[in-house]
Structures are given as structure tokens and as C-alpha cells.
């Protein structure tokens, strides 16, 4: 929508794409065509709708613009292989509660906890593959996770032990004293489950 008043700019940042059928990344340049109103800064990234976009860098083009401030995490989607065996993982074993989810028009089921949501969607052509590629990581802590807070750490890995699920790493103590263990949902994605310190 057209705006009076509005400073237009235009800059150029390094960009990296994934080429899938060659397995080879391609590194171009792409135009950021930036539109200034008001102290905010908006951008427009065009690519295509099969390959993926990673910001190498990004440079504000108003240094004195106000961030959006976000609140909180919304939700997290997670891409699954059996609805129904990833609704038993964080239902049965976690308690999240199953919430309502708009018509979509595809598959899918929301789940809650606190203000926390897993959002999943089935894999298929539109969603991509179950779980994450293996990055090389060597230390669970180190690499994607998402983390789930209980109020008794090493209480829930005692129950994880007499339910058979195997623990990936923990339960330990970080240095602030919070306990901390790690383990794998059904298609691979690991699982923090951690207690504030005492």
C-alpha cells in the first residue's frame, strides 16, 4: 500500500542458498529493498519457493529504529512422521493438553502447556522431512533443542526410568544450579527437561 512521506532505500547483503538437487551451496547477492516510515523498518526477501535463505548479514538501514520487541515464544512447529505416536509422547509422557486447531485444510494437532505450544504438522511435500538433519553436534546441550520447565528434575527422570525412555544426557546442574537432562521424542528432536534452581 502506497504511503506518503515514505524514504525508500536500497542494499545489497550477502545471502547463502541451498541448491537441493546438486547439494551445493550457491552464494549470491540479493536486494533488501527497505521502506523507512515512521521510525520502523520493514523488509521484503524474495526467493524461491524451493530453495532455502539464511541471513549472512544483515545491516539496519535506520541505526535509530525501534525493534518490534517481541513478548514471548509463541509456539513451536515441529514436523512429524506419526500424529498420533507424537500426540502420546507429549500427552501421556509430558501432560501437554490438546487444544483446539483452526481448519488448516491439512493435518495437524496443537498441544499446551502453560503458555507453551507445540504446534505439528505431518511431513509431506509442503512441510519437508520428519525431525532435523544431524548437524555434527557432539553435545546435546550445544546444539537445537527446546526445553520444557517441571518442578522436580531428577524426580522426572526417575519416572522416565521406570517408563523404559531413554535418557539422552542428565539430569546435571548448570552453573546457576538449575537441573537440566535431555532426551528424544519420537522423530529425533531433542527434548530439555529442566528444574529452577533450589
Known sequence: MPCLGTKRSTEYHR????????????????SIAAVQLEGCTLRQFHFGRDRKISVERIQMTN?????????TIDHITLVVSDLERSAKFYTDLLGM??????????????FQAG???????????????????????TRVTRGFHYAFEVDD??????????????IEEGPFSRPD????????D???????????PS
Not at 493438553?97 to 496443537?110: C, K, L, M, Q, T
Not at 544450579?177 to 528424544?184: S, V
Open 115 to 137: 503458555s507453551t505450544q507445540i504446534h505439528m504438522n505431518v511431513e509431506g511435500e509442503e512441510a519437508g522431512k520428519a525431525g532435523l538433519p544431524f548437524q555434527g553436534a
Open 186 to 196: 519420537p522423530d529425533g528432536h531433542f527434548v530439555e527437561i529442566c528444574s529452577p
Open 15 to 30: 545471502f547463502e542458498f541451498l541448491d537441493k538437487t546438486r547439494s551445493r551451496k550457491v552464494l549470491q547477492d540479493a
Open 97 to 110: 493438553e490438546p487444544v483446539d486447531r483452526p481448519d488448516f485444510g491439512f493435518p495437524g494437532r496443537w
Open 153 to 166: 528434575c531428577d524426580g522426572a527422570a526417575a519416572r522416565l526410568a521406570e517408563l523404559g525412555v531413554p
Open 63 to 71: 541505526s535509530k529504529a525501534n525493534p518490534i520487541r517481541v513478548n
Open 177 to 184: 544450579g538449575a537441573r537440566q537432562m535431555y532426551i528424544r
